[in-house]
């Protein structure tokens, strides 16, 4: 029993560090693991019990050995019954031979035979004592062999039939096989007498039966062991992501985008956690995007909405004065019709202003992109601006630091939306009694650059990185005499980006903005 449980303990720690070898491998494919796992489940119990068996059955056959006194190998597990029985009782059969050449009469006296019989039952064999033709001693112990006295005293070979180096034989006596061992002599008044060592080679010796069940329960742990072992691997390494998988699906299923699926295996279930992570993470980040794409559509109608109200009402209030007749004299009513046209222009540029966005969510915004000269394209820009600028009373200042035959691939109406929005930008937040906007256009080597500077109220620091973003305002009180629908720098960005520019902006609080955007200049490709 000892044995066994050491030989169990062997194989259970066994068994748990190559688990945990295969645990800490996280490059374990899934079809690896399933050759694994039919090697734990078939192979490698096979294996342990072979070579358990063996161990066991060396160990048996050492103590069977030490027990009985033996010297001769003996195989316990060869099933030949007939060897181990020969080999158990040979001391034995030596002795009475040495005793019959001795003292042959001590073989009548039925104290001495019971002594001798005793020694034999230790070895799972009785005596029989014949003189002539009768059976003067028979030892059988038990049930079975007492009532079989009759049919095998009656098959017992006779006087000197076993000769030369025969020492024993198989009688069969109906179902049963027993080994005799017949020792011949003559009594001292020279009868004739035989003695025999019977062994019953049907039953299996109490010790071989103790191995086998032993090597049956030892089997069974070791399949025991082997599937508790593959079992743990398998929850650990499959079940156990997948159960963690499950239980993602089911908090996307139910909204919740708020958690993590940590499962660190680099097998194929590894792989489609870390893709079902990555999906999470963009349907997070698309519902974060839908949550602020709603924030700044609510807030681009309300600034629209604004922005249409206050041209709306003063066009209202205008056109009510012309029908009251207080705009009684011709200059008054120039004025009048003047205002309103301008608050109409305004209306004009922010329904543009909005259906741009659109086509900038799009990414429908329809360019064409022509060869454009840098001097003259600017100085159209500059003139058609500056009669607005002189009715608004604000000082515009041109100047061109490029060579006159200097050209870019642009598109015409969209820079000019460029222009247009810096300059109204500017424009809404100028705070001098002197407005004064400056536009200077620089040779930068391979490209030109663009600078539009006013004397404004300036932009924070901490306002300046975040003003071409869409709908960001550093008023954040939006006052009517600015208005704006926070998207015209973000249409900018927009514009000089696709046109392979880029744009930033440089500002100083009380001082003044300027605006920089750079363009390439076209080069023509000589070939040879």
Same mark, same amino acid.
């Given at each position: 029993?000892?044995y066994?449980?050491?030989?169990i303990?062997?194989l259970?720690?066994g068994?748990c560090?190559g ?7 996280k490059?374990?494919k899934?079809?690896?693991r399933?050759?694994?796992?039919f ?8 294996i342990m019990i072979?070579?358990s068996v063996?161990?066991?059955s060396?160990y048996?056959e050492k103590?069977f050995k030490?027990a009985?006194g033996?010297?001769e190998q ?7 019954s007939?060897?181990?029985?020969n080999?158990?009782?040979?001391? +034995? $059969?030596?002795e009475?031979?040495r005793t019959?050449?001795?003292?042959? *009469?001590?073989? #009548?006296?039925? %104290?001495y ?5 005793a ?5 799972y064999?009785y005596?029989i004592?014949?003189?002539?033709d009768a059976i003067?001693?028979y ?6 062999e ?15 039939v076993m000769k030369g180096?025969?020492?024993?034989g198989?009688y069969l006596?109906?179902e +049963? $096989?027993h080994?005799i061992?017949q020792?011949d002599f003559r009594?001292? *008044?020279g009868? #004739?007498?035989? %003695?025999f060592?019977?062994?019953n080679?049907d ?5 071989v039966r103790?191995m086998v069940k032993?090597m049956?329960?030892l089997?069974?742990m070791?399949?025991?062991v082997?599937?508790v072992?593959?079992?743990?691997w ?5 079940l156990s992501p997948?159960n ?5 699906t089911?908090q ?5 985008l708020e958690?993590?699926?940590d499962v ?5 279930i590894?792989?489609?956690?870390q ?8 349907l997070?980040?698309?519902a974060?995007?839908?949550?602020q ?6 807030e ?5 909405s604004?922005?249409?109200k ?7 209030g205008y056109?009510e004065?012309?029908?009251d007749?207080?705009?009684?004299s011709p200059?008054?009513l ?10 109409a222009?305004d209306?004009?540029?922010l329904?543009d202003e909005?259906?741009f966005y659109s086509?900038i969510?799009t990414n ?10 840098v ?6 820009c500059v003139?058609e601006?500056g009669l607005d600028m002189?009715?608004r009373g604000i ?10 035959d200097?050209?870019?691939i642009a598109?015409a ?5 460029v ?5 109204s ?7 001098k009694k002197k407005?004064?906007i400056n ?6 080597g391979d490209?030109?650059q ?6 404004g ?9 975040n003003?071409?973003d869409r ?10 005499s600015q208005?704006?629908?926070g998207i015209g720098?973000?249409?900018?960005r927009k ?9 930033w902006?440089?500002?100083k609080?009380g001082i ?6 750079v363009?390439?200049?076209y080069?023509?490709?000589i070939?040879e």
């Open positions: 029993v000892w066994t449980y050491y030989v303990r062997r259970s720690a068994v560090l688990a945990a070898s295969w645990k800490e491998d490059k374990v899934i079809k690896t399933l050759a694994v796992a090697i734990i489940i078939t192979v490698f119990p096979l072979y070579f063996l161990a066991l060396d048996q103590s030490k009985y033996l010297t003996v195989d316990l597990l060869n099933g030949n007939l060897q181990v029985f080999r158990l009782t040979k001391q +034995s $059969q030596k009475i031979r019959l050449d001795e003292n042959p *009469d001590n073989y #009548e006296d039925k %104290a035979l019971d002594k001798v019989n020694k034999l039952n230790e070895q064999s005596l004592v014949r003189r002539d003067i001693y030892g059988a112990n038990s049930a079975s007492e009532s079989q006295e009759n049919t095998l005293c009656s098959q017992l070979p006779d006087f000197d180096g025969m020492e024993g198989i006596d109906g +049963s $096989q080994l061992k020792m009594f001292s *008044d009868a #004739e007498g035989s %003695a060592i019977v062994s080679v039953d299996l010796l109490p010790e103790s032993e049956m329960f089997g069974v070791i399949l025991v082997a599937g072992t593959l079992t743990v398998v929850y650990r390494s499959i997948l963690k998988l499950q239980e993602a089911k996307i299923r139910d909204g919740n958690f993590t699926l660190d295996a680099d097998d194929e590894g792989h489609l956690c893709d079902f992570e990555e999906m999470r993470i963009r997070k980040e698309n974060e995007e839908k949550i794409y709603d924030k700044e559509s609510k681009l109608i309300s600034n629209i604004h922005d249409l206050t041209p709306i009402t003063a066009i209202k056109v004065g012309i029908l007749g207080v705009a009684s200059e008054r120039d004025k009048y019709i003047r205002t309103i046209y301008n608050k222009n209306m004009d540029r329904i909005l259906t086509k969510d429908k915004i329809p360019y064409t992109f022509s060869k454009i000269n001097s003259q394209y600017f100085k159209d003139d601006v002189e009715a000082e515009l200042g041109y100047f061109n630091y490029v060579d006159e200097v050209t870019v598109d109406e969209q820079m000019k939306r222009i247009n929005n810096i300059i930008n500017s424009v809404k937040y100028l705070d407005g004064i536009i200077r256009i620089k040779d930068v490209f030109i663009i600078e539009i500077e006013d004397n109220k300036g932009i924070a620091a901490k306002d300046l990185p003003i071409f709908f960001y305002r550093t008023d954040s009180s939006r006052n009517s208005g704006g629908s720098l973000s249409i900018v514009i000089v980006e696709d046109h392979g520019g880029r744009i902006a440089t500002s609080e003044g903005t300027e605006i920089h955007f363009l390439r200049k080069q023509e490709v070939q």
